[in-house]
């Protein structure tokens, strides 16, 4: 059986029990030694199976690191260079096409506070498809959300409280009356996610700004918040913010890419 071989590949991968990406050759030139249905595929340890060379291993490695940490599935082309052709007998570099599938856990966005506007924002983020968990001190604000989304009861003072943020989720900063923002914002900056969003008044991020500071937050981790939060629409009224939040995740999730990068 090829080295190559989706089923044997994809079985020790199962058989590992963890998320995995796979890459799969959808089309190839006739003269590339690649053919369509050859797999390669990376467990969550970033442990590479399949057989490849030098310059078509890394390739794929760059884009199964980047497909699992972003929990996405996309195309890639693969070109090789005529140097890596000639160095392994080929006369002519190869271009093939691959498809990359992530399976495992889809990112959840994490929305820290269940006042007004996180209640709209929320639903219009269920809607379009994402898993949302609202965290809030208070039940009596959380029952607001739990018809449509999960709901996290926590202790703003006990950072054990907070939930775990994996590097491909999404967080949305919005405390009933900005009272634990900065708290908020400096347990999420260490858990690195894939975006990080504040709702505020340029005069309030200011002084989110400098508390942060105080802390140790540095410039290049506050330019990872996204603030003022959502897609420039012009929103003005509560629904207005949350479709233009919610349109804002969409974008970042679909064009594969973190917000700094965009």
Known sequence: MSARDRAS??????????????????????????????????????????????????????????????????????????ADAASHGATCGQR???LFQYAGPEPIVHVFGAGDLAVLTSRML???????????????????????????????????SLPSIAGRDFCIVMTRGHLEDVRVLRFVLKSQPRYIGMIGSIKK?????KRLEEMGVNDSQWNRIKTPIGLDIGASAPGEIAVAIAAELVHVKNSGRNLEDT
């Open 9 to 82: 590949i994809l079985k020790s991968l199962l058989e590992i029990g963890e998320p995995f990406v796979i890459a799969s050759v959808y089309d190839s030139k006739s003269s590339s030694d690649l053919r369509t249905g050859d797999c390669f595929g990376m467990d969550r340890t970033a442990r590479f199976h399949g057989t490849a060379t030098a310059e078509l291993k890394e390739f794929l490695m760059n884009n199964m690191t980047r497909s699992m940490r972003l929990s996405e599935s996309f195309r890639r082309t693969f070109e090789q260079s005529r």
């Open 96 to 98: 093939s096409s691959f």
């Open 126 to 160: 269920a809607l379009a498809g994402f898993s949302v968990v609202v965290a809030d001190s208070d039940t009596c604000f959380l029952e607001r959300v739990t018809n449509f989304c999960e709901v996290r009861k926590l202790d703003f003072n006990d950072e054990s």
């Open 205 to 209: 991020n200011i002084e989110v700004r």
